[in-house]
């Protein structure tokens, strides 16, 4: 099963206007410490800051952070997905395994932009045109299967085609990374008031 974003045909963004964009990155998290089967919510909101339309909001993932300790979680790129690893076992048909399963990204979470999020390159997600002062949250909702700690870089973009280019305020590019602990021990439960079950982390 594939993780990353998919598509095919005509190339997206083919007359992507040339230039600068600026944005800020309002909100991006992702809990460090999660639990084996417990679902949980990647989140990245980004708000334009500058004067003019970004032409398609654009997020890109990888995996294997340096400085993740896990074994075999790898780099990412192209035919990595951004939500699994490589594993090193030999004779496998597909190399490839996840370390969280994806229940919904932004395709399914809001329907909105072309192709609902999905695009044709790997592990890039994109929700459209971005409004002058407006806001847009990519949203990822995840279940860890594989203990261990990985990291997840993530960079935020202005099209698909490299012309647009999204920067912050200061002129860097936006862009960040979480280091995620996956435990396989359960995590602690609580009873609500209203008899509804509290996990810890939630």
């Known amino acids: 099963m594939s993780f990353g974003a998919c598509g095919g045909g005509e190339k997206q963004d083919a007359d992507e206007p040339r230039g600068d964009f600026t944005v800020a990155v309002t909100r991006a998290s992702f809990p460090a410490a999660q639990t084996l089967a417990e679902r949980s919510r990647m989140t990245i909101t980004v708000k334009n800051t500058g004067n003019e339309q970004v032409p398609n909001l654009v997020v890109t993932l990888r995996n294997g952070r340096p400085?993740?300790?896990s074994s075999g979680s790898g780099a990412g790129g192209s035919?990595?997905?951004?939500?699994?690893?490589?594993?090193?076992?030999?004779g496998v048909a597909d190399?490839?395994?996840?370390t969280w399963v994806v229940d919904?990204?932004?395709?399914?979470?809001?329907r909105e932009g072309p192709g609902g999020g999905v695009t044709a390159s790997n592990n890039t997600w994109a929700l459209g045109p971005l409004d002058a002062g407006?806001?847009?949250?990519?949203?990822?909702?995840?279940?860890?299967v594989r203990?261990?700690?990985?990291?997840i870089d993530?960079?935020?973009?202005?099209?698909?085609?490299?012309?647009?280019?999204?920067?912050?305020?200061?002129?860097r590019i936006p862009?960040?990374?979480?280091?995620?602990?996956?435990?396989?021990?359960?995590?602690?439960?609580?009873?609500?008031?209203?008899?509804?079950?509290?996990?810890g982390g939630d």
Do not use: C, H, M, N
């Open 95 to 98: 190399p490839t395994r996840p």
């Open 147 to 151: 203990p261990g700690t990985y990291g």
């Open 175 to 199: 862009e960040g990374s979480f280091t995620v602990a996956i435990s396989d021990k359960p995590g602690q439960a609580t009873v609500g008031p209203d008899g509804e079950v509290i996990r």
């Open 79 to 90: 035919g990595q997905d951004a939500f699994g690893y490589r594993t090193s076992q030999p």
């Open 154 to 171: 993530w960079r935020v973009g202005a099209g698909l085609d490299g012309k647009a280019i999204a920067k912050l305020s200061s002129g």
């Open 67 to 69: 400085g993740a300790t």
């Open 134 to 144: 407006k806001t847009k949250t990519f949203t990822w909702e995840v279940t860890p």
């Open 104 to 110: 919904a990204g932004p395709d399914q979470v809001q």
